[in-house]
């Protein structure tokens, strides 16, 4: 066998980190032609560690492991078997066909995120490595009996940092008709999904255990509002409970089409939807609600936008405080991997300062059982939120 690639002893291959930066290799075989290749096999220089990854001269995470066995032939059963692990963890949590699939690293698939709604997966490409491997991976998806549709979507600005193509029309291979006719379930939700035109995959998957929180909350007689509802999720829940009334507020007229439809699937009549900016609907209503849900997208992209990140959140939850009644209850999540837990602390802090409040966080939220978490890889732990009852 080859010694494809030789990679500096550290701390993160130590502890099985997947990763495996540019500045760690040592050398790469001459023999090796890396147009073609798909893969590497490498070898800690110490000897101490050895296995398969992907290998992308472009990005800063220049290697991500597909396998810790170097032996291991990377091929269509593997995928195969790759992805029936997956599913088999997935339905112990969430039986039914309805959850996020594969979650990249976690799965032993750095780079692939697929979501199943049923018989419909919908799938994100974002590295090089499952890019070049897509025949291989595309002959094991095919082979998944319950699925008769795949939806393979290359437009997320991750791609970027790959230096990959960024490509606005998916691939689709099986019967597209289930991508334009499926529903997905989720806990006692039943909700329509756009995997062409919509943002992702077109269900964020990642608030169900968060949405359950909510859900126990909501109490007949309640007036709320869901900020950034999307497709409507966190609303639609709040009227299933018996709210009185629910209005959920997003900016896109499409999202806001699709919300409506799942209101009419669900049999709901107490949600309405209005179309606007956040910041100038929460600047403009007089309204107060007893549980307002603000589930803005993420703020802080990076290093670079931490700052102008948290400078909007305060002003996003100053404005929220302003319109949750005495006692009231206010729920904030972020997807910024940048903000963490002790921000959140000191975000609120200055907005109850500022808006004259006063409360406590009686819930911590974060990712649902479908989004493991490897503790090697702690910037996969993106979600982060809080339930704040009002003490005033």
Not at 82 to 109: H, I, N, Q, T
Not at 273 to 286: A, G, H, I, P, R
Not at 339 to 361: P, Q
Request: a neutral charge.
């Amino acid at each position: 066998m080859i010694r494809e690639c030789v990679v500096k002893k550290s701390a993160r291959l130590s502890d099985n980190t997947p990763w495996i930066y540019s500045n760690e290799i040592v050398e790469i075989s001459s023999k090796v032609n890396l147009e073609k290749a798909s893969y590497l096999r490498f070898d800690a220089a110490d000897g101490s560690k050895s296995g398969i990854a992907t290998y992308n001269k472009h990005s800063l995470i220049a290697m991500r492991v597909l396998s810790w066995n170097i032996a291991e032939e990377i091929n269509t059963e593997w995928f195969h078997q790759r992805l029936l692990s997956a599913m088999e963890k997935r339905e112990f949590f969430y039986p039914g066909g309805c959850y996020r699939w594969v979650y990249g690293e976690a799965d032993g698939l750095p780079g692939l995120v697929i979501d199943r709604y049923d018989q419909l997966a919908v799938v994100e490409v974002n590295s090089a490595g499952m890019e070049k491997m897509i025949d291989l991976w595309k002959s094991a998806c095919l082979a998944i009996k319950e699925i008769k549709c795949w939806i393979i979507k290359r437009d997320s600005q991750s791609r970027n940092l790959e230096k990959l193509e960024v490509i606005e029309e998916p691939l689709v291979w099986g019967d597209i008709t289930f991508a334009k006719a499926t529903h997905g379930v989720e806990n006692s939700v039943k909700f329509w999904i756009d995997p062409i035109e919509g943002q992702k995959t077109g269900w964020f998957y990642d608030q169900r255990e968060n949405r359950k929180v909510i859900q126990r909350m909501v109490k007949p007689g309640m007036h709320v509002c869901d900020l950034y509802t999307h497709t409507g999720a966190f609303g639609l829940y709040a009227a299933q409970m018996g709210a009185t009334s629910v209005l959920a507020v997003d900016r896109s007229a499409h999202a806001l089409e699709i919300a409506a439809k799942n209101a009419e699937l669900n049999g709901l009549t107490n949600i309405s939807f209005k179309q606007s900016e956040v910041f100038n609907f929460l600047e403009k209503t007089d309204e107060v609600y007893d549980l307002l849900v603000v589930d803005p997208p993420a703020f802080i992209k990076g290093k670079k936008t931490y700052d102008a990140g948290i400078m909007g959140y305060k002003k996003l939850l100053t404005l929220s405080c302003q319109h949750v009644k005495r006692n009231g209850i206010l729920c904030f999540t972020s997807c910024s991997y940048g903000l963490t837990m002790d921000d959140i602390h000191e975000v609120l802090k200055k907005a109850f300062v500022k808006s004259r409040r006063n409360g406590y966080i009686v819930a911590r939220l974060g990712l649902g059982h479908d989004h493991p978490i490897l503790p090697q890889c702690p910037e996969m732990d993106y979600l982060k939120g809080v339930i704040v009852q009002f003490l005033d």
